[in-house]
Structure formats: C-alpha cells, structure tokens
C-alpha cells in the first residue's frame, strides 16, 4: 500500500516562511505529475502548484512568485517552499501525485493525510 506524508506544516507570521515536504512510504517504481492542493472547510479543494517529471511547473495565481514547487525524482518526493505567506494562504495543504506502484503497473493517484498551514499575528 503506498501512501503519501506531508510534514512541514504549522503557525507562521504574515510574510513569514515554511517548506512543506511530500514522500512515500511504501514503494513507488516511478512517479510523473506532482502536485499540492490546499482545502479550507467550506469551499472547494484548490490546486496550488504542480510539477511534471520533466519539470514543468505550474501555479495559482495568487501564489505565484511566492511559491516554488520542487522534486527530487530519484526519491520521489516533492516540496513546497512557502514565502511571503498571507493569512488567507491558511489551510490543510495534501499532496497529490501519478505514480506506478510497480514497474508497467496501472498509473494512480495518491494523496496524502494533509498537512496544517496556519498564517496569523
């Protein structure tokens, strides 16, 4: 069974920074677009950054030039680094990823348990 842990969350003061980490525990033969989603209760899940094996990435507007996504394709992991943090950047912040379980194995997503950003005075 594969599964995703983030860690790195917490409080942090406005324009403050944090660095969200994403590995697997179980084994993964390869993975291919790596994302992080944010959720806040009562609205619907956002997709904050992504990055292909390749490395192309993609961001939110809002959080664009403040949020860099980046992986280590050899761990299969991806991370976060969160800067000029806002309050409205508060969240459970869960990574998502395509990935084989087992070489020629059958590409699903995985996501992890989430992890709390908080941004307030």
Known sequence: QVQL???GGGLVQPGGSLRLSCGASGSISST?????YRQVP??????VAS???GGSTNYLDSVQGRFAISRDNAKN?????MNSLR???TAVYLCNADARAW???PINAYW??????TVSS
Do not use: A, H
């Not at 992991?77 to 680094?81: C, F, I």
């Not at 992890?112 to 950003?117: H, K, L, P, R």
């Open 112 to 117: 992890g348990q989430g992890t709390q950003v």
């Open 42 to 47: 009562g609205k619907q899940r956002e997709l």
């Open 77 to 81: 992991t991806v991370d976060l680094q």
């Open 87 to 89: 309050p409205e950047d």
């Open 103 to 105: 070489t020629r194995g």
């Open 32 to 36: 291919y677009t790596m994302r992080w």
């Open 5 to 7: 842990v983030e860690s």
């Open 51 to 53: 990055i292909t094996s």
